[in-house]
T-cell receptor, first 109, second 114 residues
Framework: GQNIDQPTEMTATEGAIVQINCTYQ??????LFWYQQHAGEAPTFLSY??LDGLEEKGRFSSFLSRSKGYSYLLLKELQMKDSASYLC??????????WGAGTKLIIKP | DTAVSQTPKYLVTQMGNDKSIKCEQN?????MYWYKQDSKKFLKIMFS???????INETVPNRFSPKSPDKAHLNLHINSLELGDSAVYFC?????????????FGEGSRLTVL
């Protein structure tokens, strides 16, 4: 079966750095997405990785290792507004998006 | 202007009723989707529609039927609602029939079946 694993919940302090991990086992791989979803709102796109390595975009970076079936989302200089769920999703060999359950990130002052 | 809009945002109804959720996108995308997000927060694809072809997820009961009058609209009709249908339903769109680009989601429609 296809599986995406993320921690259910994480807590971090305002101004700090947090790393949210995602491991996947899918039939094929055609890219990995990270989305942010605030409570009661729609998911919004953060990043897309298809090649190994680190993609940096402002305070957010995303890393991919295809050989390890592993990705992480790195959030720097945390702000209260970063409190949200972070969803990892993988495009499989049939070009279907397989979603993780998301990691709820709680930011404390 | 809202890129992907869906109505209604909230829907409370009785078991056995039939209801529809409407979705419109003004991004010029040719692919639209319906997702279901349950209480455990998993997003599950229900349907995707690429201008010419409707792709049906086999795990979706046939009580659910998508209708697309044109490529900017993809509505979801649900017959004989059941308690387990309670969830948030998200409409989304993307450019291209293959998901290699960003998905744009609507705000979601929270369906509660009593």
């Amino acid at each position: 079966g296809q599986n995406i694993d993320q921690p259910t919940e994480m807590t971090a302090t305002e101004g700090a750095i947090v790393q949210i991990n995602c491991t996947y086992q899918t039939s094929g791989f055609n890219g990995l997405f990270w989305y942010q979803q605030h409570a009661g709102e729609a998911p919004t796109f953060l990043s897309y990785n298809v090649l190994d390595g680190l993609e940096e975009k402002g305070r957010f970076s995303s890393f991919l290792s295809r050989s390890k079936g592993y990705s992480y989302l790195l959030l720097k200089e945390l702000q209260m507004k970063d409190s949200a769920s972070y969803l990892c999703a993988v495009v499989d060999s049939n070009y279907q998006l397989i979603w993780g359950a998301g990691t709820k990130l709680i930011i404390k002052p | 202007d809202t890129a992907v809009s869906q109505t209604p945002k909230y829907l409370v109804t009785q078991m056995g009723n039939d209801k529809s959720i409407k979705c419109e996108q003004n991004l010029g995308h040719d692919t639209m989707y319906w997702y279901k997000q349950d209480s455990k927060k998993f997003l599950k694809i229900m349907f995707s529609y690429n201008n010419k072809e409707l792709i049906i997820n086999e795990t979706v009961p046939n009580r659910f039927s998508p209708k697309s009058p044109d490529k900017a609209h993809l509505n979801l009709h649900i017959n004989s609602l059941e308690l387990g249908d309670s969830a948030v339903y998200f409409c989304a769109s993307s450019q291209g029939g293959v998901v290699t680009g960003e998905l744009f989601f609507g705000e979601g429609s929270r369906l509660t079946v009593l």
